[in-house]
């Protein structure tokens, strides 16, 4: 895998896409008998900016039926 490595550019990402496309088709893809992973379905996400003087930016997104909804936190 080349996850986290540098990329040349998106051209590169879409090249090497449509290799693993041709060379696997649209069923699935085997991978190695010692992988494992996590399926994370999130209720809340918060995003944190840091701001001068600890007024930072706060914003809460938290699930809602099949949207989501948005609101401002205090620092």
Not at 5 to 13: N, S, T, V
Not at 33 to 56: K, Q, Y
């Given at each position: 895998?080349?996850q ?22 649209i ?49």
């Amino acid at each position: 895998s080349e996850q986290s490595q540098p990329l040349p550019d998106r051209l590169a990402l879409e090249k090497r896409i449509a290799e693993m496309g041709l060379k696997f088709g649209i069923g699935k893809v085997s991978r190695p008998p010692h992988w494992s992973g996590f399926r994370v379905v999130p209720e809340a996400i918060e995003f944190w900016r840091d701001r001068p003087f600890r007024l930072h930016e706060r914003l809460v997104f938290v699930k809602v039926g099949e949207g989501w909804t948005t609101q401002r936190l205090y620092p």
